[in-house]
Nanobody
Framework: QVQLVESGGASVQAGGSLRLSCVASGSMPSMNCLGWFRQPPGKEREGVASVATGDGSRDYADSVNGRFTVSQNNINYTLNLQMTNLKPEDTAIYYC????????????????WGQGTQVTVS
């Protein structure tokens, strides 16, 4: 069983930076993909960034491309999201997720989810 625990959420001013981390435990070798998703207030959850654990290929949402960077550490199964030039519309609960499937696109279904960490940009 895989467990994901996010950390790093905070309140920041627009233009600022923040780094989120996700620590994974359990049967991580069974997971081919890791990703970050977010749910803004009153809106549906949306994909932010994903990475294939095997070859490191990444997928980013258009809204964050160029501002956010996702990185992984396959030794200790940590997934990070470096966020820069934050905007008020980035305000959301950010979730870490893992997927067994072959394709690691944001539109694919993810199998395991963390509890989320709140990011507020004002």
């Amino acid at each position: 069983q895989v467990q994901l625990v996010e950390s790093g959420g905070a309140s920041v001013q627009a233009g600022g930076s923040l780094r989120l981390s996700c620590v994974a435990s359990g049967s991580m070798p069974s997971m081919n993909c890791l990703g970050w998703f977010r749910q803004p207030p009153g809106k549906e959850r949306e994909g932010v960034a994903s990475v294939a654990t095997g070859d490191g290929s990444r997928d980013y949402a258009d809204s964050v491309n160029g501002r956010f960077t996702v990185s992984q550490n396959n030794i200790n199964y940590t997934l990070n999201l470096q966020m820069t030039n934050l905007k008020p519309e980035d305000t959301a609960i950010y979730y870490c997720a893992a997927r067994r499937g072959y394709f690691c696109r944001l539109k694919d279904d993810y199998d395991v989810w963390g509890q989320g960490t709140q990011v507020t940009v004002s």
